[in-house]
Structures are given as structure tokens and as C-alpha cells.
């Protein structure tokens, strides 16, 4: 069966170092993967978006990576701040048509300390 | 101007009622979706409409039932209501057609059933 794992530990790191959290999936084969934001009590919020035959992608202090021979996808966040800390979730997307589906991961959080 | 609102935020009632959450979306978008986020934080898909058209329907028991009158709406309504249906029901809308459209989530419907 499909799967997509974040590690499900939290995620503590120090203020201005670089975070990295993981996205793994098994017996998928994603056309594109988005990574967004949760804050407690509110809505996800989109971050960016990484197609199949794209490598890298970059925003501001954000970058993700994905390797669909490894079936990976890595999010950066360099110079990290407290106002960080939050769940992430990566997505995975099909596309059937106009039935576009994502499918999230567990999420991981991450907090960023002084 | 709230791009995708939910209402109400928070339901709480009683085992074997029934209940609707309300969505509205003023983005223009063609496609809405229902997510449904559990005590562990995963989001999973329900349903989703595109133009009024059901076009997606996960494996959800018949006692949930969406309705869109028009494509900026898009309502739940659950019958006969069980503990295991307490969760989050996120509303979601998405504008673009292609592969990897961004979703605009809702702030989220708390359901707790006592």
C-alpha cells in the first residue's frame, strides 16, 4: 500500500542553524510534491511546489530537494528562527484529469529555540 | 477577506445526530476539496468537487454527504454521528487546472462528538 513517512519526532534545533526534515514514500509514483506549513489551531499553508523531473527548488530561505530513485524529498530551512516552529507536511500529487489529488504525510514538527 | 471559510469552527454534540459544516470559497477556484485531520495530525482526503461535479470520493461511509450548489460551496453533512467521526474537516479549494495547483485551506471545523 501507498505510504508516506515524516518523522514523527519533533524536531529541535538551534536559532540560525539549518533544518532538514525528511519526506519518504513507498509504492507511489508522484507527478509533483508540495511542503506546507501547519500552525496550531489553522489551516496548512502551501510553501512551494517540486515537479517529478525537477531536482531542486528554492524560495527565500527555503529549498527541497526531491529524488525519485531514492523516492525522497528533503526541506531545507536555512537560518532558521522561532517563528519557524511549526508542522510541516509534505504532499504528494497525482493527477487523473481535473481529479488532482494530494496525499500528506504525517507531518513533523519543528522547533526552533534561542 | 477570508479566502476559504469554514463555519461553524468549533461542534460539539451528541452520538446519532446530524450536522453540516459549511464552506465557502471566494478565489474564483473550480475544484473543492474535504480533508478530514485526526487526533494524530493526519489529513486525509474525503471528497472533492470540481465544478460542481463530484470528482473525487475516498472510501467514506455513506453517513457523510457533500453538496455543492454552486462551485464557490461546498457543504458536509454527517448523519447518525459516531465517536470516531470527532476530528478536524479542513475545506480546501484549488484554482489551477494543471498538475501541482496549490490548495488554499480553510481555518479548520473542530467536531467533537460526546
Known amino acids: 500500500s501507498q505510504k508516506i513517512e515524516q518523522n514523527s519526532e519533533a524536531l529541535n534545533i538551534q536559532e540560525g542553524k539549518t533544518a532538514t526534515l525528511t519526506c519518504n514514500y513507498t509504492?507511489?509514483?508522484?507527478?509533483?510534491l508540495q511542503w506546507y506549513r501547519q500552525d496550531p489551531g489553522r489551516g496548512p499553508v502551501f510553501l512551494l511546489l517540486i515537479r517529478e523531473n525537477e531536482k531542486e527548488k528554492r524560495k527565500e530561505r527555503l529549498k527541497v530537494t526531491f529524488d525519485t530513485t531514492l523516492k525522497q524529498s528533503l526541506f531545507h530551512i536555512t537560518a532558521s528562527q522561532p517563528a519557524d516552529s511549526a508542522t510541516y507536511l509534505c504532499a504528494l500529487g497525482s493527477n487523473t484529469g481535473t481529479a488532482s489529488k494530494l496525499t500528506f504525510g504525517t507531518g513533523t514538527r519543528l522547533q526552533v529555540t534561542l | 477577506d477570508t479566502a476559504v471559510s469554514q463555519t461553524p469552527k468549533y461542534l460539539v454534540t451528541q452520538m446519532g445526530n446530524d450536522k453540516s459544516i459549511k464552506c465557502e470559497q471566494n478565489l474564483g477556484h473550480d475544484t473543492m476539496y474535504w480533508y478530514k485531520q485526526d487526533s494524530k495530525k493526519f489529513l486525509k482526503i474525503m471528497f472533492s468537487?470540481?465544478?460542481?461535479?463530484?470528482?473525487i470520493n475516498e472510501t467514506v461511509p455513506n453517513r457523510f454527504s457533500p453538496k455543492s450548489p454552486d462551485k464557490a460551496h461546498l457543504n458536509l453533512h454527517i448523519n447518525s454521528l459516531e465517536l470516531g467521526d470527532s476530528a478536524v474537516y479542513f475545506c480546501a479549494s484549488r484554482g489551477l487546472a494543471g498538475p501541482g495547483g496549490e490548495l488554499f485551506f480553510g481555518e479548520g471545523s473542530r467536531l467533537t462528538v460526546l
Open positions: 468537487y470540481n465544478n460542481k461535479e463530484l470528482i
Open positions: 509504492n507511489y509514483s508522484p507527478a509533483y
